[in-house]
């Protein structure tokens, strides 16, 4: 305060001359906002300097500030974690806080946001507070059960309350981690044999030319990763080699590497080319069959795909005939869009014909989209042209959808576990929780010792209990000057 000739109002932006603290020379004009204690983003004394944005002008400042007797600069997190100290946000606001600066995408946004002002928080320090006080308790039963002021039904009381904060524990942990996914980004494979356009797709996704267009086989060969934003959702997207069966060394550990990411990855976007086939079978039955034989030959479909959501993308239909397509339109979107692009109407593909009647087989939906069974259940079949843009939008609204699916929605009432470190803490919790409830009835020491250690965990999740390892990790990842 000693700097200042008069203190400037409160949190209200004062134009003032800033000067030398020695020489009195005058620096700049600036404006000034002054947050006094406890009401400050630390809850400490805290003074903002706008000044012009010159290397100069803001070299002079701190120079001058540097001859003020306590005064360096603050660390990376140094603002957010007195904040902390002073109780001003808890750890998982600051994590909040450092998603809200990381975020990317406007869903990632809003989830960081809710966590940022304190949602989580609440629904933590609900479930501690239940946890604090059953604990209670039982103590009180152990110290007093002999008296007879304590009533008989405080563990059938404490029964019924750990139960109850068992089963929201359990409901709340098995999310899919849709919370983490959301946070972290969602994993997608482009999968499919040599030249079907999985390149040409990348490239579609990404806007730019990240992934070389060939019409020689196996040009891609190692993974091609590519961070994007589609629709508000967080996607790593990686264009792989085509799977076939090669002689090739390079193209075979090409192969196996698109393999063993997709293992890691959460939604495999399936690429097939049908227009090179001159089979008399029904579209859908052709289809069923590539994708088929592609899982077949390079999967094993019960222990790699499961869990993982499909979308099939028939390429290249500006190849196919007018009759062909003629016998989908009437049923699906996908197909809609392509009869209605001019640029199939004189196709001169194979010549290939599909009778009307294989309407039959297509499994169309309630909005129109074309399924075809894979493992049992119905994956969604979008048809495109990535070289006359056909399709595009109907395949980009189903991924949409499909991301919807693997990710939290931030607008829902229900909160979702936003990180591992989180999920660790309530995985230990609720096992505290369980032995507790079991050791109820046959020994309530054991049974408060469990209590107390399940509300420690949340209390980790929180930073109510805090080791400085953890929050050296935490603070890390902030820039200076937050
Ligand atoms: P990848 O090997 O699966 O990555 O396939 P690319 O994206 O490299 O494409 C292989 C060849 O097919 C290239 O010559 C592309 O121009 C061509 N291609 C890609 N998409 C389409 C399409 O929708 N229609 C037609 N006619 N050709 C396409
Ligand atoms: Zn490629």
Request: aromatic share 4%; hydrophobic share 35%; net charge negative.
């Amino acid at each position: 305060m000693g700097a200042f000739t008069c203190p400037p109002k409160p949190r209200t932006a004062t134009l003032r001359t800033i000067l030398d603290n020695k020489s009195k020379e005058r620096l700049d004009s600036g404006l000034i906002l002054w947050f006094p204690s406890p009401q400050s983003f630390t809850g400490e004394d805290c003074l903002e300097l706008h000044v012009h944005g010159g290397v100069a002008v803001v070299s002079a400042v701190l120079t001058s500030l540097g001859k003020f007797p306590s005064t360096r600069q603050a660390e990376p997190g140094e603002f957010t974690k007195r904040s902390f100290l002073n109780g001003k946000l808890d750890i998982t606001e600051v994590e909040g806080l450092a998603d809200v600066i990381h975020s990317e995408t406007e869903v990632q946004r809003k989830q960081a946001y809710r966590q940022m002002t304190g949602e989580l928080s609440a629904l933590y320090n609900n479930w501690r507070d239940i946890m604090i006080r059953s604990c209670a308790h039982v103590e009180a039963y152990i110290d007093f059960s002999e008296e007879e002021n304590i009533e008989d039904d405080v563990i059938s009381t404490v029964m019924t309350s750990i139960a109850d904060l068992i089963s929201q524990l359990e409901s709340y942990l098995t999310d899919g981690r849709r919370g983490e996914r959301l946070r972290d980004g969602v994993h997608v494979a482009v999968l499919g044999r040599p030249n079907v356009g999985k390149s040409s797709l990348m490239n579609y996704l990404t806007k730019r030319p990240v992934a070389i267009v060939s019409d020689v086989e196996g040009t891609t060969r190692d993974l091609i990763e590519s961070t994007l934003d589609i629709n508000g959702y967080p996607v790593v997207v990686v264009d792989t080699a085509g799977l076939r069966e090669t002689g090739d060394k390079v193209e075979k550990e090409g192969v196996a590497r698109a393999i063993s990411r997709s293992e890691l990855c959460d939604l495999l976007i399936i690429m097939v080319d049908i227009s090179e086939d001159n089979s008399s079978d029904s579209i859908l039955t052709l289809i069923g069959q590539q994708v088929h034989q592609l899982l077949d030959q390079h999967f094993q479909a019960e222990r790699d795909l499961k869990d993982k959501s499909l979308l099939i993308v028939v390429n290249k239909v500006d190849k196919l005939d007018s009759p062909a397509l003629q016998s989908l339109t009437c049923r699906t979107r996908g197909a809609e869009a392509i009869s209605d692009s001019k640029n199939i109407s004189d196709s001169s593909a194979k010549g290939r014909t599909t009778s009307p009647s294989s309407v039959q087989d297509v499994d169309s939906t309630e909005s129109g989209i074309l399924k075809v069974d894979v493992l049992g259940s119905p994956v969604p079949v979008v048809f495109t042209s990535l070289t006359h843009s056909i399709g595009l939008h109907h395949f980009l609204a189903e991924l949409t959808q499909l991301l919807a699916a693997l990710c939290a929605d931030p607008t829902s009432e229900c909160l979702s576990v936003t990180q591992a470190r989180h999920r660790t803490h309530l995985d230990n919790c609720l096992d505290f929780l369980r032995e507790a409830i079991e050791s109820l009835d046959t020994d309530v020491v054991v049974a408060a010792e469990n209590l107390r250690l399940a509300s420690g965990e949340i209390g980790r999740i929180t930073g109510r209990i805090s080791t400085e390892d953890i929050l050296d990790v935490i603070f890390k990842e902030f820039c200076i000057g937050k």
